[in-house]
């Protein structure tokens, strides 16, 4: 079993930062990727950033050039830097791993608001 623990949400004013984490811990046998989806109020589940690996990334449109995704496979963790936030970046971050395993898991989810 795996279990993901996401940090690092909170309040933050437009155009202000934040950094997010994301661990997994478990019996993981091979990571095929990770990455970070966000949910509004009201609004569908949507990919913000992932990355493979083999350190491939994607990002949304909407965040490219001001959300960095990063990893350490050492510490089965993916870190996501989220420069110039907007309020639209306001939602709910779902950190997620591929793994051949257990397919998709899932964490919690971790607060953003961006708010001044």
């Known amino acids: 079993q795996v279990q993901l623990e996401e940090s690092g949400g909170g309040l933050v004013q437009p155009g202000g930062s934040l950094a997010l984490s994301c661990a997994a811990s478990?019996?993981?046998?091979?990571?095929?990727?990770m990455g970070w989806f966000r949910q509004a109020p009201g609004k569908q589940r949507t990919l913000v950033a992932a990355?493979?690996?083999?350190?491939?990334?994607t990002y949304d449109d909407s965040v490219k050039g001001r959300f960095t995704i990063s990893r350490d496979a050492a510490k089965n963790t993916v870190y996501l830097r989220m420069n110039s936030l907007k309020p639209e970046d306001a939602a709910v971050y779902y950190c997620?791993?591929?793994?051949?395993?257990?397919?998709?898991?899932w964490g919690h989810g971790t607060q953003v608001t961006v708010s001044s």
């Open positions: 990355i493979t690996s083999t350190s491939r990334t």
């Open positions: 478990g019996s993981i046998s091979i990571i095929l990727g």
């Open positions: 997620f791993l591929d793994a051949t395993q257990y397919g998709r898991v």
